[in-house]
């Protein structure tokens, strides 16, 4: 290989394995013996659910590639084709790996806790009975099975949901032999059944609807008798489709779109392990489906099916400690908001801060008779948000209030329409961003008439304006009343309603227009301080590396001895430590209690160091197709704090940080000798708590 070729695949990892390798990552955190047990198992099922999402929309996107004819290589010099072989390859042996931590490790370690799954033979007599009760009256009035033949052929089955194939023996009322039938468990009911202490051995006995349904699939078939009944789940695409060229109302074309989420294309199949194999070859064929799509798995066929388990358990002792997210000083001497911001910038970093700034910056300016204006983009809130009530309280008070409202949000398409109509009802004006980009920058203005003239309080921030997410993500947010940073936020609210040019911005780097030149530009001045002798340094923290000029510029900067550090929590394509190329970059991943969320860029810039929090990922989705801001922390202590509390903590973990390897995989890093051992997040916790 040409070292000076910077667009040679074996410099590029693959985008979808090195996804494939932080669900790893994730679900190592399911056998780490330092954490609490309910939380391993939390763990355990947010892989699977991540899992399930890689499928509804990474693997669908390669098949779709795959069906139109695409031999396009990327990077990595892998095609579609290629890529979804070593997918399959890679997707199997994690699900195999979640399947033996759950049987050989939690379970077991579960029921020395007390906490117990009771299986068929081990219900008592008793427990059979009031199972047998369960399911004639829960279950029996909600189930239709299906007998298939020419008049009942093969049902559609939704996205992910509970379904047993039967195979049968004898004649139906009709005289019919059928053979097969399929049984849909209802989605109305829990798939864990806490039993009722007065039939239970302790106080955490819990049974699966899949096990009651197996114990009493006969009596489904009068006359006839089940001799197999086996769990399956079908994963679809769940990606939605809408031509912006060809619609008039994103709103209304989404809708449409979203009834069809639960039927889209197959891409996967997982059946019980002794399902037979003449069985699981019949599912495949009804899904258009091949071998290589089929996942055999001892036990539940779905393990997001214990999320509630942790909820329903009262042991704190297996759980995290509580934690109660603190306030700035300055916010906890006064209830003036107004005051408080203009007496200078405030940062929050979530979870350790609180959100309620947030909200309650929101409900004064509601409240406030000088404040005449509020605009906000909304990405994700979550139901019953205290933000959109805000909102809602401050055009029901007469006061012009805007929203951007992104709608194609994944997967809160449907949440994000609800909240569009509720503010269009309360008299708020309402738009969806801009056709062909979806709107993910996080911004807040508030306009205030202050002794007879107008200013403007903006947040900023690097997550969404979702306040239970702000507690298990971390993500940095900034209040201030600059008055450069208002005016540029106020030109890009212009450009997202008005759809006319923002105008040159001040302080604030935006894509889709001038993000990605000023990254190229700050790493390229990084190259030629250190091209000159001088120190230089470069630091990112970000959910995802994809985007080839970005990587690129930083080959050349590791080329010309700039010291490039990266904690990039998931998809990583650019490929460290090849000599001669990417020997000064180093790249981690943090994976701990709280989702790394936040997107932070430092420069040393020749000792007059930059550091901007921002919306945006180094991904092409985040650079070329989303308005995103990135935004300076120029007060002198907050951009110390930034740089400590969002970087330089992170870079001394030495317990939940995984370091990527030249061949793409990760190595845990623990501490060596006599290092003492360094949590970046618990760290926080302890000072927040100090």
Known sequence: MDATDLNHPDLYLNRELSLLQFHSRVLAQASDESIPLLERLRFLCISSTNLDEFFEIRVSGLKEKIVLGSIQAGPDGLTPHETLK?????????????????????????????????????????????????????????????????????????????????????????????????????????????????????????IFLSSIIHAYVDDLFPGMSATGCYQFRVTRNSDLFVDEEEIDDLLHALEGELSTRRYGDAVRLEVADN??????????????????????????????????????????????????????????????????????????????????????????????????????????????????SALVDAAKAGKEVIAVVELRARFDEAENIHLANRLQDAGAQVVYGVVGYKSHAKMIVVVRRERKRLRRYVHLGTGNYHARTSRIYTDMGLLTCDKDIGDDVHKIFLQLTGLGKAGKLK?????????????????????????????????????????????????????????????????????????????????????????????????????????????????????????????????????????????????????????????????????????KPRSAQQLLLEKQAG
């Not at 909600?142 to 992910?160: C, E, Q, V, Y």
């Open 86 to 206: 070593r997918v399959s390859e890679h997707a199997h042996s994690l699900v195999e790996e979640q399947y033996r931590i759950l049987q050989e490790i939690l379970f077991p370690q579960l029921e020395k806790e007390n906490i117990r799954f009771l299986r068929r033979q081990e219900w008592s007599s008793k427990q059979t009975q009031w199972v047998k009760r369960y399911f004639n009256n829960e279950l029996v009035p909600m189930l239709s099975p299906l007998g298939l033949d020419p008049a009942h052929p093969f049902p559609r089955i939704i996205n992910k949901s509970l379904n047993f194939i039967v195979s049968l023996e004898g004649k139906d009322a009709f005289g019919r032999e059928n053979g097969i039938a399929i049984v849909t468990a209802p989605r109305a009911l829990p798939r864990l059944i806490h039993l009722p202490h007065a039939y239970s051995k302790g106080p955490y006995d819990f």
């Open 507 to 675: 302080k604030l780097w935006q894509s889709p227009f001038t993000l990605h030149k000023q990254l190229i530009n700050a790493i390229e001045r990084e190259a030629e301080h250190a091209s000159n002798g001088k120190a230089a340094h470069l630091i990112a923290k970000l959910n995802a590396l994809t985007e080839p000029q970005l990587i690129q510029a930083l080959y050349r900067a590791s080329q010309a001895g700039v010291k490039i550090e990266l904690i990039i929590r998931g998809t990583c394509r650019l490929r460290p430590g090849i000599p001669n190329v990417s020997d000064n970059i180093h790249v981690r991943s943090i994976v701990g209690r709280f989702l790394e969320h936040s997107r932070i860029y430092y420069f040393l810039n020749g000792g007059h160091s930059e550091i901007y929090c921002a919306s945006a990922d180094w991904m092409e989705r985040n650079i070329f197709r989303r308005v995103e801001t990135a935004f300076p922390i120029e007060d002198p202590q907050l951009a110390k704090r930034v740089f400590k509390e969002g970087l330089s903590v992170y870079l001394s973990d030495n317990t939940q940080a995984w370091i990527l390897q030249s061949d793409g995989s990760y190595k845990r890093l623990r501490p060596t000798g006599n290092q």
């Open 275 to 388: 399902c037979s194999d003449e069985m699981s070859h019949f599912l495949l064929k009804q899904f258009n489906l091949t071998s290589d799509d089929l996942y055999e798995v001892s036990g539940l066929v779905s393990l997001n099916r214990l999320m509630p388990l942790p909820d329903l358990v009262e042991r704190p002792d297996l759980k995290y400690p509580p934690f109660t997210p603190g306030l700035p000083l300055r916010m906890s001497r006064s209830t003036d908001i107004f005051e408080i911001i203009q007496r200078g910038d405030v940062l929050l970093h979530h979870p350790f801060d609180s959100f309620v700034p947030v909200i309650e910056f929101l409900r004064k300016a509601a409240a406030d008779p000088q404040v005449l204006a509020i605009k906000q983009t909304l990405y994700r809130t979550g139901p019953d948000s205290a933000i959109v």
